[in-house]
Structure formats: structure tokens, C-alpha cells
């Protein structure tokens, strides 16, 4: 079983960052693979970002590629999301999930889910 928890989001200006952090409980938390996802009202949870295991992969989403840092620190079972650049269009519920497998754009992968953090960009 593995925990996350959700921190760092907020209310930012566009063009302004905001880190947001996952912690992940666990006694086998460094092994997952996590990501990162988003969701506004009305529309389908979207992945944003994604890190393998060990830190040496990452995948991104087009909307955020260039913009959005993923990274993790596996003595501290944290995954960090650093947002740079930031568009209203990136106002959401962020959240960090876990998978012990599979492909990382896909949701339906993933086993564990945060309860969300959110992320509000003003113009």
C-alpha cells in the first residue's frame, strides 16, 4: 500500500511558478514509477508529467513540455512538479499517482492516487 499526499499548490500570476510536492508512504514507495495529472471541471483527468523508479526517465506532456520539471528524491519518497511559465490554462486539480508498471501517459495504469492539490493562474 502506498500513500500520497499532495502540497504546494495555489494561486500564482501568469508567467510565475509554484512547485508542488508528493510525499509517498510506504515501505516500497521508491519503486513506483509516479506522475503527475491534472483535472478541471467538466473535463477528463490529463497527464502532465511522469518519472520512472529510478529517475532516469521522464515523459511530458506537450502542453507543459519546456515549462514543467519533474523530478524525484527517492531518500526523501517525494516527487516534486516545478511549474515555470504558468498559463491560465494550467489551472486545475493537480495530482500525483503511483504505478508499479506500465505505460506512464496512461491513467488507467496508475495504482495509487493523492487526493489532489490545486493550482489556480490568474491573467
Known amino acids: 500500500q502506498v500513500q500520497l499526499v499532495e502540497s504546494g499548490g495555489g494561486l500564482a500570476q501568469a508567467g510565475g511558478s509554484l512547485r508542488l510536492s508528493c510525499a509517498a508512504s510506504?515501505?516500497?514507495?521508491?519503486?513506483?514509477?509516479m506522475g503527475w495529472f491534472r483535472q478541471t471541471p467538466g473535463k477528463e483527468r490529463e497527464f502532465v508529467a511522469a518519472?520512472?523508479?529510478?529517475?532516469?526517465?521522464?515523459y511530458y506532456a506537450d502542453s507543459v513540455k519546456g515549462r514543467f520539471t519533474i523530478s524525484r528524491d527517492n531518500a526523501k519518497n517525494t516527487v516534486y512538479l516545478q511549474m515555470n511559465s504558468l498559463k491560465p490554462e494550467d489551472t486545475a486539480v493537480y495530482y500525483c499517482?503511483?504505478?508499479?508498471?506500465?505505460?506512464?501517459?496512461?491513467?488507467?495504469?496508475?495504482?495509487?492516487w493523492g487526493q489532489g492539490t490545486q493550482v489556480t493562474v490568474s491573467s
Open positions: 499517482a503511483a504505478a508499479l508498471s506500465g505505460k506512464p501517459r496512461l491513467m488507467e495504469e496508475y495504482d495509487y
Open positions: 510506504g515501505r516500497t514507495a521508491s519503486s513506483y514509477a
Open positions: 518519472i520512472s523508479w529510478s529517475g532516469d526517465s521522464t
